[in-house]
């Protein structure tokens, strides 16, 4: 998976309670995104980060925060998980802005009760 | 927002086939992505496409981009089990920033 790695790989929460997904990249990337993946809807955005530091809302960023403190990490926090985010989400990141391709972590997949 | 479509959805087909996939949009895309993913994993970069009427090819794969970028084709030449998985493909946006998904073709080659 070139270089991203996602923790947790599974995860089970209840309706309200909070986690963190955290993604990590050995490839010196600017560009790292969070997706969810559905059935039936292919990978939707949630968020991106251009660089550390700077992070911009995706297709469906509500119920969701992240944060980019350094160019290495890139997390998603659910503050209160619903039953709707439910979902796979995975990280991704993007050499640059000629490289028009990315590389994907292995996925977290969430399940909410 | 730009769509991307994917025809078709599922396809089943036995071992030594060939066969056609295709991922369409009213829109134009600067340049084009198809993804494998198989269960469990996260998807990886097969080809990238960038200028219309481009033809790439790898190994039994054929990508083709349209010549006014809004479609693409993949190819399978005589496939094998191992082609099985989700093929996704990904249109990067007219302002270069964002990657837009198809929903992607679940393909299962039969032995």
């Known amino acids: 998976n070139a270089g991203v790695t996602q923790t947790p790989k599974f995860q089970v929460l209840k309706t309200g309670q909070s986690m963190t997904l955290q993604c990590a990249q050995d490839m010196n990337h600017n560009s790292m995104y969070w997706y969810r993946q559905d059935p039936g809807m292919g990978l939707r955005l949630i968020y991106y980060s251009a660089s550390e530091g700077t992070t911009d809302k995706g297709e469906v960023p509500n119920g969701y925060n992240v944060s980019r403190l350094n160019k290495r990490e890139f997390s998603l926090r659910l503050e209160s998980a619903a039953p709707s985010q439910t979902s796979v989400y995975f990280c991704?990141?993007?050499?640059?802005?000629?490289?028009?391709?990315?590389?994907f972590g292995p996925g977290t997949r969430l399940t909410v009760l | 927002t730009q769509l991307l479509e994917q025809s078709p959805q599922f396809l089943s087909i036995q071992e030594g086939e060939n066969l056609t996939v295709y991922c369409n949009s009213s829109s134009v895309f600067s340049s084009l992505q198809w993804y494998r993913q198989e269960p469990g994993e996260g998807p990886v970069l097969l080809v990238t496409v960038v200028t219309g009427g481009e033809v790439k090819k790898l190994k039994r794969l054929t990508f083709q981009f349209g010549d006014a970028r809004k479609d693409s084709s993949l190819h399978i030449t005589a496939a094998q089990p191992g082609d099985t998985g989700l093929y996704l493909c990904a249109g990067l946006d007219n302002y270069g920033q964002n990657f837009v998904f198809g929903p992607g073709t679940r393909l299962s080659v039969l032995p």
């Open positions: 991704a990141i993007e050499p640059g802005p000629t490289n028009n391709e990315q590389f």
